[in-house]
């Protein structure tokens, strides 16, 4: 609505060149729902245009400047007012001035570092967006468009098992072993629990993934847990000597990798949690860190892994091309 000849004369529309044939991933929102946003990964373009409409066809609109940013930012939920930016990109479209006509302008951020997975968490959020912007004396005009970054990793060099004991002296003494400590987001944890030594009676035993999300630093950390599965291994008393296999198939759970230290704001951490109770209902329980990380079907490597390939393809060429240079001059 136009209050004293000052609402918004003009809409802004952002529309990203390989909107149609690009990936979409399903992202949750803050109000809990799923929506679908671009996919893009460290490294890539990110390139449009930017439709300025005028909604007063013959009526001018002045402006101090038309621009679009390439934004990414954490915000804290106890702390809204303050947005925590890492990546911020800005280009200018168009100069001081005014339009008379509807007009179109392009824009390009090329090979845009994106360090950091998208996240909507319990206190947190992790969000990229483009932002166009029409500069005015008194009200700007402005329009965001949210996209979804997904981290990829090859696969761990290193992969060690993992093996604990849980112990109750003179009671209690159970092994459990897991074929792996890291795992992708679509991996199958394999294990194997064995009972050494059983003295109390064991009704139930159940295995479950603990999400842990850390925001602040120092002393006034907030940890927020989340059980994201619960697996029954086991109804019954097991007597000493028994093995219990463990399969727990990951890709029907909602998973994100693991995030440490994101910018020195917050983390998230997954836990393996193994529980027994007895006939009393007393519970007996041991957690271990495992690592999740996101397999993707092309490996997409970094900017800087980019630029150190390339350098050492170029100086591969370079030495072939001396020691083609010798066997000449030798001949």
Not at 47 to 73: A, D, M, W, Y
Not at 308 to 328: F, L, M, P
Request: charged share 30%; glycine share 6%.
């Amino acid at each position: 609505m136009s209050f004293f000849g000052f609402g918004q004369t003009a809409e802004i529309d952002i529309v990203l060149n390989d909107a149609e044939t690009r990936k979409k991933a399903e992202h949750r929102t803050e109000d809990g729902k799923k929506d679908k946003y671009l996919l893009f990964y460290d490294g890539e373009t990110v390139s449009g245009k930017v439709n300025v409409t005028l909604k007063t066809p013959g009526k001018r609109l002045e402006h101090n400047g038309i621009k679009i940013e390439f934004v990414g930012q954490i915000e804290l939920y106890y702390d809204r007012g303050n947005h925590h930016e890492f990546v911020s990109l800005v280009k200018d479209l168009a100069r001081p001035g005014e339009l008379s006509q509807s007009q179109t302008f392009d824009f390009e951020f090329t090979h845009v570092e994106k360090p950091y997975e998208s996240y909507t968490g319990q206190n947190v959020k992790l969000r990229y967006f483009l932002r166009a912007t029409i500069s005015r004396r008194l009200n700007d005009i402005s329009k965001e468009m949210d996209i979804v970054v997904q981290t990829l990793c090859t696969y761990p060099e290193l992969n060690s098992s993992i093996k604990m004991e849980v112990g109750i002296e003179d009671c209690l003494h159970i092994e459990f072993e897991y074929n792996k400590s890291k795992y992708h987001l679509r991996d199958v944890i394999v294990g194997k629990i064995y009972f050494l030594l059983v003295r109390i009676k064991i009704k139930h035993m159940e295995i479950g993934i603990i999400k842990r999300e850390s925001t602040g630093t120092g002393p006034s950390v907030y940890h927020e847990n989340d059980t994201i599965a619960k697996y029954e291994i086991m109804d019954g008393a097991p007597v000493r000597g028994e093995s219990i296999p463990i399969r727990l198939f990951l890709a029907g759970y909602e998973l994100t990798p693991t995030m440490r230290d994101v910018n020195k704001k917050f983390s998230v951490r997954y836990y393996l949690n193994l529980v027994l109770i007895d006939e009393e209902e007393r519970r007996y329980f041991k957690q271990q860190e495992i690592t999740l990380w996101r397999k993707g079907d092309i490996v997409r490597r970094s900017m800087s892994q980019q630029a150190t390939i390339a350098s050492q393809r170029y100086e591969g060429s370079n030495s072939e091309t001396v020691s083609a240079q010798a066997k000449e001059d030798s001949n």
